[in-house]
């Protein structure tokens, strides 16, 4: 079975605090790409990083990095010095070669307080 | 291009009625998604197109739901005899060619309310 779980629902940081988001994935397939989406309050996913998995190399724009790590099925996402403006639903997602739909996690709700 | 557009962004339907929800994927994207979001989980696959064809509908699509996509352009989603149970964000999305081998795009989604 294929599945994604965001174990966070919720969490609340302080303005310029870092803040890891974490997504652990299931998969039999050995070929299968990792997504995360931001999920403003008007309900568009905004795509932010896809990663596949052959590719362990973790990888960082500006202020956002993400860890993929096979051995531990995780795809973490890590927000440095957060802003008031990071605060929206993070959703982890997959997709394996088996099919062309995206599974995705129940997301986790980033509150960055001022 | 606008991007994926969904309407209407936002309904409220007495529950029994029919509402239709339609979404103009980005022009010349051959693949169209539809995906449910209730509250506090992540979005479920529906259904998806290539081009008119519809080459896949999930358990979760009831003899109540059906889409269409009959020009390999918009889509709709119909709705019958609405629920209680189907007050969610229905999203769209859309793709040239497989997700694995290029990005999807989201619409704003629709978010229907049954009262």
């Known amino acids: 079975a294929q599945k994604v779980t965001q174990a966070q629902t919720e969490i609340s940081v302080v303005e310029k605090e870092d803040v890891t988001l974490d997504c652990v994935y299931e998969t039999r397939d050995t070929t299968y790409y990792l997504f995360w989406y931001k999920q403003p309050p008007s309900g568009e996913l905004v795509f932010l990083i896809r990663r596949n998995s052959f590719d362990e190399q973790n990888e960082i724009s500006g202020r956002y990095s993400w860890n993929f790590q096979k051995s531990t099925s995780s795809f973490n996402f890590t927000i440095t010095a957060s802003q008031v403006v990071d605060s929206a639903v993070y959703v982890c997602?997959?997709?394996?070669?088996?099919?062309?739909?995206?599974?995705f996690g129940k997301g986790t709700r980033l509150h960055i307080l001022p | 291009d606008t991007g994926v557009s969904q309407d209407p962004r936002h309904k409220i339907t007495k529950r029994g009625q029919n509402v239709t929800f339609r979404c103009d994927p980005i022009s010349e994207h051959n693949r169209l998604y539809w995906y449910r979001q209730t509250l506090g989980q992540g979005p479920e696959f529906l259904t998806y197109f290539q081009n008119e064809a519809q080459l896949e509908k999930s358990r979760l699509l009831s003899d109540r739901f059906s889409a269409e996509r009959p020009k390999g352009s918009f889509s709709t989603l119909e709705i019958q005899r609405t629920e209680q149970g189907d007050s969610a964000m229905y999203l769209c999305a859309s793709s040239l060619g497989q997700i694995m081998n290029t990005e999807a795009f989201f619409g704003q989604g629709t978010r229907l309310t049954v009262v």
């Open positions: 997602a997959l997709i394996t070669n088996r099919d062309d739909k995206i599974i």
